[in-house]
């Protein structure tokens, strides 16, 4: 069949070329061959001036064909999964930020995994390795794991490979991201570094918060001007002061350092004794155990439950958490300190909280699913 067409495509091609000779019948073909177009159109991301430079990544360049594939592959659930039921999209939802609205995330089996589906905005801003214990150095490295989580035990990476070179829609636009010439050359690499591209291009830079603070065209009510001033930016109190101070490690404008530490929130005898060791794992050294990487709140009133592991339903349990002050445990962060909070003054944390709801986010038609 493809045979057919190549031969059938060479014919008109010579014809359209006014040439006159038959084909000797000696052409080889290459059954794997991919027509098309392959000079893909370099990108540069829109990254509003009041953000920092986002983090080359030499290895993996953006092109307006390798972010469209990556959008395809991020919503293909035919691809991704066995049954054809999941893809990156389950568990990383447009409309909740691209989180799942799950404690922990759930698999393929239906059972929950050991955390939380991670927001995905402002990827590219990250220079500490991703997922919750930054195990995964590269954005396009990290995509490997979730995709053989999404599979059955007896199927893998191979047959992704398998499915995706046998579409009849991908090769053309494999080599139109990345100038392949056959099918045989579309790969992991190459997938999960249009995955990649897609996650760079979701920025969300468009909330309440950003309007106000950095656009000057908007307001903060009296209640949310408390909330950023009084409580969660709060500096320069007098020593010994307890106070919320969420900025310290939350802090504008990706609302998340990235750095990992201990927020307080297990209550263990020792530091030895985490269900879930985060960092530690990674580091090897125990003094990283239950360290987690801070997470931006960008979005944060969408994103619920809270935490690596969901454990909280609500943001009023989240700031109770914090205001309890920790568990005294040796690598708890020495900004978690526990305070008091008036019921106003809950109110007006809460309500700057929300100020950084990005709604352009939830339904900018870039980051939804391909037609
Ligand atoms: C079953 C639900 C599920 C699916 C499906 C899934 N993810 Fe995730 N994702 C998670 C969880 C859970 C984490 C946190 C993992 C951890 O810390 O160990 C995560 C973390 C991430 C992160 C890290 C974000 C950060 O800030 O570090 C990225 C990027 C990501 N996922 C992309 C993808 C892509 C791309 C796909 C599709 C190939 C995908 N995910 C499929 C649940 C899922
Ligand atoms: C010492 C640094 C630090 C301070 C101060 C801090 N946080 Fe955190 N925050 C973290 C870390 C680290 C995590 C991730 C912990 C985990 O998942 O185990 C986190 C997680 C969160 C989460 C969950 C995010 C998600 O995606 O699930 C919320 C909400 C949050 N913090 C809000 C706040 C608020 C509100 C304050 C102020 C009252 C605050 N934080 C103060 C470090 C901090």
Redesign the pocket.
Known sequence: MVRQFLITGTLILLAAMGCQEEPTGEVTIDEGAITGPASPTPYALEVPAYFPAPIDDPENPLSEEGIALGRHLFYDAGIFSTEGTMSCATCHKQELAF?DGFGRAIGVRGEPGLR?A??LVNLAFNPNGFN?DGSEEKLWRQAIHPVEDMLELDNDWEEVIHKLREHEDYPARFRAAFGIDNKEEINQELTVKALAQFQRTIISANSKFDRVFYQNTDFFTEEEQLGADS??FVENVPPGTLH???????NAPQF?DN????????DVASIYDFVDK?RGDITGNPFDN????????RN?AL????????R?AT?EE??DD??AGGHGVENE????TG?TLTDREKRA?LAF?NTLTDESLLTDPRFAPPE
């Open positions: 989180t939380s991670m927001s919750w409580l969660f919320p101070g969420c900025g310290h490690c939350h998340g750095k990992f530490k201990n927020n307080g929130i297990t985060g239950g360290k987690f990487r801070t997470p931006t709140l944060i994103t619920a439950p809270y935490m690596h592991d969901g909280f943001l989240v700031i914090y205001a962060d020495p900004n978690i305070f944390l909280l």
